[in-house]
């Protein structure tokens, strides 16, 4: 099967219904697929066939479906990347997956490092005309279901990043779970495209999902929490897909407004949180004045990206990731390669199998092994304990894990702990260097509006309800905490120093 055969199917069953929307501008399904079937024979034009790499750096505008799916008609190997990329962060991706053609934003840095590397490069800003002179052919390339569709690269966080190598099969089965047992989409619904694109949760829960259910996406190119809010209520929105800082900004925005607000998000029926943690009692606050139920689950680049969720049908634990969805294995296994088993109640890194996860780093074959073993079980790097009932708790990343005179500190409960405070508004607990213990707990924490935030009072409140050894000793209010493309927050970017 071909990803892109779900944009044919919808739009000969809904030619009609609209399926893209980014403010007064409305594509709906027929439109959607003749611009795809345009754009596809304008790569067969130049050259690219099944297999070649083709690189988008868009934001969320309609634009990105146009490409995305082009690409993947002609059997290419989409190549999704940040368009805020500087020229050596798109020369690396280019360089890495061999890209036949870039199409992105003229007045970024990436038609420099297209350039340099003989790359062409099609600037958004005349797709209307390429499409407006070529013929659509609307053929879509059969691909084997093991065959790769998209190349979505890891952030980095440890060395170059890597190309996780999604397969059609990875894709497809992760959307039609999402949409079926998580979301329970219909054509009906209204999705909200805050996620960017190029992000696989926005690419699989957002796009892929909407458009193979002929429900309707309607996109923000930028996150902002009070545009969003208004388009919540202006486009009817049922379902709203985000990040933990997502949640944490429309609360803020919505209390802005006032307590009292009418906030006219009658329409919202479900919202999904995944990419990081979501605080127990940010979920609390944020269900308390919108009046809607978040569910969260867990996923990675990886694995195309759900792996576990809270199912509507089934107990919600908040906190807890939830169970492994539909065509998904997951067990812990010990973080030490000496240790022989983990026991019900002890903590291990999540191990994942079945439909979802990825073939591999994209020619990193050392890297791939490292991760994915012969019988398919991907290593993830997240720690975690199991309940009696099989319910999944993200206790951290082991990388984040801190250890402190020999004990164990994780980041989360420490994080879980400060967003209690009715002070702050958001947190990030780190490892610091100390010369005695080894590391140091440090928090970095940011001042809800109005609020006004002493050290030495944030470090009582926590030494108050946790072990002695667990509390910060450095406590750092900062303005800002550095923030990914999804809105994830970077730890790797705060100071270490104590």
Not at 293 to 306: K, N
């Amino acid at each position: 099967m071909n990803l892109a055969s779900n944009l044919t199917r919808t739009a000969e069953r809904l030619p009609d219904a609209i399926a893209l929307k980014q403010d007064d501008e409305v594509w709906t399904y027929t439109q959607l697929a003749d611009a795809v079937a345009r754009f596809a024979a304008h790569l067969r034009s130049r050259g690219v066939e099944p297999g070649d790499r083709v690189a988008l750096s868009l934001p969320n505008i309609p634009a990105f479906a146009v490409v995305f799916y082009g690409a993947l008609a002609v059997g290419a190997i989409a190549v999704p990347m940040n368009p805020l990329f500087k020229y050596r962060e798109v020369r690396y991706y280019l360089e890495d997956t061999g890209a036949r053609i870039l199409i992105g934003l003229p007045g970024s840095e990436a038609p420099e490092a297209a350039a340099e590397l003989g790359v062409e490069f099609l600037g958004v800003g005349t797709l209307p005309q390429v499409l407006a002179s070529t013929e659509p052919d609307p053929r879509v390339e059969d691909r084997d279901d093991d065959d790769t569709a998209v190349l979505l690269y890891t952030s980095g966080t440890t060395g170059s990043p890597k190309g996780a190598e999604l397969r059609h099969r990875n894709l497809q089965s992760n959307q039609i779970m999402a949409a079926e047992t998580l979301l329970e989409i219909t054509e009906d619904d209204v999705i909200m495209g805050c996620l960017p694109l190029f992000h696989v949760f926005g690419m699989t829960c957002a796009l892929n999902l909407s458009i193979a259910a002929g429900s309707t996406l309607t996109l923000i190119p930028r996150f902002e929490p009070g545009r969003a809010l208004d388009m919540l209520g202006r486009d009817s929105v049922t379902v709203f897909i985000g990040v933990p800082t997502m949640y944490g900004a429309l609360l803020a925005e919505a209390s802005s407004r006032g307590d009292d607000a009418d906030l006219g998000v009658s329409s919202l029926r479900r919202c999904i949180s995944g990419g990081s943690s979501m605080p127990v009692e940010l979920m609390r606050r944020f269900e308390q004045r919108f009046r809607c139920i978040i569910l969260e689950g867990y996923g990675l680049s990886e694995t195309s990206p759900v792996a576990s969720f809270n199912h509507p049908d089934r107990e919600r634990k908040p906190g807890s990731i939830g169970l492994p969805v539909r065509g998904v294995e997951m067990r812990l296994v010990p973080v030490a390669d000496d240790v022989e088993s983990t026991g019900p109640s002890d903590i291990g890194e999540i191990a994942i199998r079945g439909e979802n996860v990825m073939r591999g780093y994209w020619n990193k074959p050392e890297a791939t092994a490292a991760v994915l073993d012969d019988e398919g079980w991907f290593r993830s790097g997240d720690l975690a304990r199991v309940d009696e009932d099989g319910y999944y708790y993200i206790v951290d990343r082991a990388k984040d894990l801190i250890i402190r005179g020999g004990y164990n500190v994780y980041p989360r409960e420490i994080e879980e702990v400060l967003y209690e405070h009715p002070g702050i508004a958001e947190v990030a607990v780190v490892g610091m260097h100390d010369d005695h213990y080894g590391e140091e707990v440090g928090a970095y924490v940011v001042a809800r509006d109005g609020a006004m935030l002493d050290p030495d009072e944030v470090r009582a409140f926590v030494k108050a309800r946790v072990a002695a050894y667990k509390y910060p000793r450095v406590v750092r209010i900062i303005e800002t905490l550095p923030k990914g493309a999804t809105g994830k927050i970077l730890k790797r970017e705060l100071p270490r120093d104590a």
